[in-house]
């Protein structure tokens, strides 16, 4: 049972135009959500977060929206550059109980951005 | 650089034996996560360590098993290898203040490979 679910394994995006990855998912009890970049051979970097409560987060080029009654969550990249090329996982977390802190991964978008 | 270091960086052995993996947490950081990355399955969590507890448990197998030191250094053990525990092992750490969803910041991984 996937909870996390991104269902565009790849994304292409030319330079200076916008990326937008999505992710969604079925755990009603999910209420912090993390977006996290990887390099091959390199562990997860963190991007952003965003908590329940909330249905936007911005930190510069990076932007994460949560819609909670869709079960959605998109992070828009602009703009894009080629630097930005990795694969970009979703997580999300429960509070609270036995599974306080297990991040659950979605499976991964592997963007490419183009010159 | 995130902070946390794993070593070693790569291990290779043979099936039946058994190997130690290593995390050291940020500094201030109290808990430790340990997940695994297959060809297949993506980040699966296995365990959590807060401050030498054992917080929160995943799909960890019976074969493998963790602990966190009084200097919250954490190792993984992972004994009666097989073909299919060949994966990249990463830690992770948080401040996991208490009630409070935090990031976990990950290292820079282990890459497992049983011949």
Known sequence: DQQVKQNSPSLSVQEGRISILNCDYTNSMFDYFLWYKKYPAEGPTFLISISSIKDKNEDGRFTVFLNKSAKHLSLHIVPSQPGDSAVYFCASSVPGGTSYGKLTFGQGTILTVHP | DSGVTQTPKHLITATGQ??????????????????????????????????????????????????????????????????????????????????????????????????
């Open chain 2, 18 to 115: 058994r190997v130690t993996l290593r995390c050291s947490p940020r500094s201030g950081d109290l808990s430790v996560y340990w997940y695994q990355q297959s060809l297949d399955q993506g980040l699966q969590f296995l365990i959590q360590y807060y401050n030498g507890e054992e917080r929160a448990k995943g799909n960890i197998l019976e074969r493998f098993s963790a602990q966190q030191f009084p200097d919250l250094h954490s190792e993984l053990n992972l004994s009666s290898l097989e073909l299919g525990d060949s994966a990249l092992y990463f830690c992770a750490s948080s401040v996991e203040a208490s009630g409070v969803a935090d990031t976990q910041y990950f290292g820079p991984g282990t890459r497992l490979t049983v011949l």
